[in-house]
């Protein structure tokens, strides 16, 4: 076993038998290097059926989300012409002012609108591929946050940064360099 002290060869053999020869040896981490491939193949496999799930319900949701605009688009093209001229000669015989009855109309389309913006929103949100994201984390290979990037040598923000970016110019400068350049 991998984790196990080594025994002295004089000190018995605890109910093991000779130590396996170097060709069983080889053939034994092959057929361990063949498991571990074969594992691995099959992780990705998966990976790759997610992935492809994923995109087929962002597909699918970026088709209702355009069908949604574009019921939006009607909406507040056609409808909102009748629905306001109708509103507003109705309020006018009501007795309203044109500021009130026109207000009324406004607050009607931006009711609608907000509606179907709503909507739209939803289905842009499943377009998001959450599941691959979560599934590509666990395994390491994506950071969403950003907080795996090791590529800004700049200190983080903090108490105490400002007071360390001149030093840190400071030490990165050559020797007999002043401030000025010279």
Same mark, same amino acid.
């Given at each position: 076993?991998?984790?196990? @002290? ?7 053999d ?31 496999? *998966?990976?790759?059926?997610?992935? $492809? ?13 355009? @069908?949604?605009?574009? @019921? *939006?688009?009607?909406?507040?093209? $056609? ?37 179907? %913006? ?34 800004d ?7 105490? @940064?400002d007071?360390?970016?001149? %030093? ?6 050559p ?8």
């Amino acid at each position: 076993m991998a984790g196990d @002290a080594p025994q002295d060869a004089g000190a018995g053999d605890g109910g093991r038998g000779p130590a396996p020869g170097l060709d069983e040896s080889l053939a034994a981490i092959n057929a361990a290097r063949r498991e571990a491939l074969d594992a691995s193949r099959g992780t990705l496999r *998966a990976l790759r059926r997610l992935a $492809s799930a994923d995109f087929a319900l962002a597909r699918s949701a970026f088709g209702r989300a355009l @069908a949604w605009a574009g @019921a *939006a688009t009607v909406f507040g093209a $056609s409808a909102w012409l009748f629905v306001t001229g109708t509103l507003i000669a109705l309020m006018q015989r009501m007795g309203l002012s044109w500021l009130q009855s026109l207000a009324v109309a406004a607050l009607m389309s931006l009711v609608a609108a907000g509606f179907a %913006a709503w909507r739209v929103s939803r289905y842009f949100d499943l377009m998001g591929m959450h599941a691959t994201r979560r599934q590509l984390s666990r395994l390491g290979l994506f950071d969403e946050d950003g907080a795996g990037d090791d590529d800004d040598d700049e200190p983080p923000p903090g108490p105490g @940064a400002d007071a360390a970016r001149p %030093a840190a110019a400071a030490a990165a400068r050559p020797t007999g360099a002043g401030p000025g350049g010279g």
